[in-house]
């Protein structure tokens, strides 16, 4: 049995009580499994075509100075229990400590084997609705902004629900879909710069009856193909919808350079995992999460699932 399997036979063997330590656990383990896994998870699933799209302009890009500069709320912050650059060594930030490493490394090593040349581009995913994708995005950029080598674009890509604004308590502004829609609106009109140096936010913009239909359009492509080459020493996070509820969010994962899917302690059930994981494709760039879980030490989870 590999490993991801062993972790799913785990998941959702617990009781059903409300989650209290934030635990992040992760499975970057995954990666090492060994071959026989690869039919289990490598089964990927063609996005529906999309149609019905309004015209997509061509993206602009001719690279302009990110202006507008935004007060990310630490204090609101550091209260919902996330990692901040003042927090200190908390649990949850010595998980994500863990957590961004591999990821780290793989952004940016050519020999990774992550052909289309967006190792730097990581989608946060998860099967549905509240496991923690958002929480665990926000983290995650937080934690690498904070690394003296790194710079930061988180992406909220959750465009049919964009929940970043409320954890970093900003409002929702111009974005993604803005420029997706506005050829002359180029990507640093609405990139945000924050007060967490190395951290740009670039929100999911205004509402649009097709939002997720462009989520999926050839305009997203091109357009993270130019986040890829426009921004090739920074790591964006994208914070992006549930799999099993959208088709855009596998349309996104097959232009990802990784994948961190989000599973949720005693409530996302095996069936989840490995639909999400067929849904998805590629096997080898994806990390699994084990999030609000009620353990403390990130080894004992590791013992528990992975060895
Ligand atoms: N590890 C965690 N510890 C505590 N609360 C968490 C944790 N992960 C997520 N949450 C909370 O669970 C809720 C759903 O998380 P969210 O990230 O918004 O889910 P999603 O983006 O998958 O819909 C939020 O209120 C969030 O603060
Ligand atoms: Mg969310």
Redesign the pocket.
């Known amino acids: 049995m590999s490993i991801i399997e062993k972790a799913i036979g785990k998941l959702g063997q617990g009781k059903q009580e409300a ?1 209290r330590t ?3 656990v992760s499975a970057a383990e995954a990666q090492k499994k060994p071959p026989e896994a690869k039919a289990a998870v490598a089964m990927p699933v063609q996005a529906a075509a999309v149609d019905d799209v309004p015209a997509a302009p061509a993206v602009n890009t001719q690279p302009r100075q990110t202006s507008k500069r935004v007060n990310i709320d630490l204090e609101r912050l550091h209260n ?2 996330m990692v901040t650059p003042d927090g200190g060594r908390t649990p949850i930030a010595e998980e994500f400590r863990l957590i961004k490493r591999p990821l780290i490394e793989k952004a940016f090593d050519r020999s990774s084997g992550i052909a289309s040349g967006h190792g730097n581009l990581v989608m946060v995913t ?1 099967s549905l ?8 995005a926000v983290n995650l950029a937080i934690s690498i902004a904070m690394e003296m080598d790194h710079t930061v674009l988180l992406v909220d890509a ?1 465009v049919a629900r964009p ?1 970043v604004p409320h954890f970093l308590g900003l409002k929702n502004d111009a974005g993604l879909m803005d420029v997706l829609l506005d050829d002359k609106l180029d990507l640093a009109d609405v990139m945000l710069r924050t007060n967490i140096d190395s951290l740009t936010f670039l929100p999911a913009g205004k509402s649009h009856r097709h939002a997720t239909e462009l989520l999926a359009s050839q305009s997203m492509s091109r357009l993270l193909d130019e986040i890829a080459r426009r921004y090739p020493d920074r790591i964006v996070i994208f ?1 992006s919808p ?1 799999v099993l509820l959208t088709t855009e969010s596998r349309v996104l994962a097959s232009q990802m350079g990784q994948i961190v899917m ?1 599973v949720e302690a005693e409530k996302t059930t095996q069936h989840a995992v490995k639909a999400v994981l067929r849904q998805i494709g590629s096997q080898d760039n994806v990390n699994l999460i084990y ?2 879980s009620r353990g403390f030490s990130g080894e004992e989870y590791y013992g528990r699932y992975y060895n």
């Not at 609705?129 to 665990?136: A, L, Q, R, S, V």
Request: glycine share 14%; with cysteine; hydrophobic share 25%.
């Open positions: 989650p934030p635990i992040i919902l229990g998860s609705p509240g496991e923690g994708k958002t929480f665990c959750d929940s914070d549930p989000v999030n609000k």
